[in-house]
């Protein structure tokens, strides 16, 4: 499943450190402007504990975890929505993304020049909200001119309804507040919403990135933010990325979490970020399980049982005759798909079935 998370931000937030971090893939990490100028893609391991899990059960001869695709787009400055500095290609590079991972300078640093002079996380984010704003703001109005005396004079309903859509989303974008804090009832409203892909339209986190001894709680720069976006709809994520490259050195999970737990972090921001990434696209996680191979399968949230079986193979879909499922917890705690049977806790679903995260799935199919 080909959905991707863009990185943007403005030079030097420390987007390519992050990305570093996140994947193998060596963005070029320097402290100047537009060091990353072709979109730099990883696909990245989503770290799942309960396939670990399943695997200790079964013990099959491979374990598959699912993916998600992180996108580093090069740094965005004032005046990108007029072509300014990379501006045309970043805009395009964010346009093909499905969610946006949106970077902050949240520390001090005299050593790592701000492109703007000095560290202020909110306004670096109104810089980057302005120049999304005013793109889709070009787009709504091209699409109004095109509609509204259609709307205004005829009969016409499409028209009618494109038209309010796109009046909500130029009044909303005009105050200065992004197109997802505009929302639609009705069926029609939202299909044609989600056919301007609106840049701002776009599910966001806000990742604040911060120095070493605020790994844990937070500072000054972070509370800034979440006052900025408390009416966004947005999930905001404390990352030290100089921290998270120090912990990426380390050789063994031992070794990682031993750092891990003399900063006083459970978990590397890595790890949080990468299923905070997942969650924001929209996706959950199915497991098969057999002594070939335990798998996580991705998929969209809220696929029936032929979706999800057309993710392993599009016969699966086709052919699909119906879903043997297994809750998660019900086979950890029975120990095998076979007890889980015994007990009754093995379920037979048909077609309409909405698959469940953490389901353990084994499709029957005739093609």
Not at 159 to 166: M, P, R, S
Not at 201 to 221: F, L, T
Not at 249 to 275: A, C, D, H, P, W
Request: charged residues 25%; proline residues 3%.
């Amino acid at each position: 499943m080909s959905l991707q998370c863009g990185i943007v931000g403005l030079p030097n937030v420390g987007k390519s450190t992050l990305f570093n971090c996140l994947s193998n893939a060596k963005a070029q990490s320097a402290n100047f402007p537009f060091c990353t100028i072709e979109p730099n893609v990883g696909v990245i391991t989503v770290p799942d504990e309960r396939l670990n899990k399943l695997a200790e059960l079964v013990h099959p001869q491979r374990i598959v975890p699912t993916t998600v695709e992180i996108v580093d787009i090069a740094g965005l400055v004032k005046g990108a929505s007029k072509g300014e500095g990379l501006g045309n290609k970043f805009l395009a590079n964010i346009r093909e993304t499905d969610a946006i991972l949106h970077v902050l300078r949240c520390f001090d640093d005299d050593n790592i020049t701000h492109v703007d002079g000095s560290v202020n996380p909110v306004r670096d984010k109104e810089i980057i909200d302005f120049e999304l704003q005013l793109k889709d703001l070009e787009t709504i109005e091209s699409r109004i001119s095109k509609v509204q005396k259609q709307a205004q004079t005829g009969g016409d309903k499409a028209a009618k309804i494109a038209y309010e859509v796109l009046s909500r989303y130029k009044e909303a974008l005009e105050q200065g507040k992004p197109a997802r804090t505009v929302t639609f009832e009705t069926k029609d409203e939202q299909k044609i919403a989600h056919d301007l892909f609106l840049l701002t339209n776009k599910p966001v986190m806000y990742i604040c990135n911060v120095d070493d001894a605020s790994a844990v709680s937070g500072n000054k720069y972070v509370d800034m933010v979440r006052e900025a976006v408390k009416e966004e709809n947005a999930q905001i994520l404390i990352v030290a990325a100089k921290t998270e490259s120090e912990i990426a050195e380390f050789e063994t999970y031992e070794e990682r979490q031993m750092f891990l737990n003399e900063i006083g972090l459970k978990e590397s921001g890595v790890s949080r970020l990468i299923r905070a990434a997942y969650s924001l696209l929209n996706l959950e996680t199915y497991f098969t399980a057999g002594p070939q191979e335990v798998r996580a399968w991705t998929y969209l949230k809220g696929s029936k049982a032929p979706q999800c079986a057309g993710i392993i193979h599009t016969d699966f879909e086709k052919g699909f005759i119906r879903a043997e499922v297994i809750k998660y917890d019900d086979y950890i705690a029975l120990g095998s798909e076979n007890a889980c049977k015994e007990a009754g806790k093995m379920y037979i679903e048909g077609k309409d079935y909405v698959v469940q995260d953490g389901d353990i799935m084994h499709f029957r199919f005739n093609v």
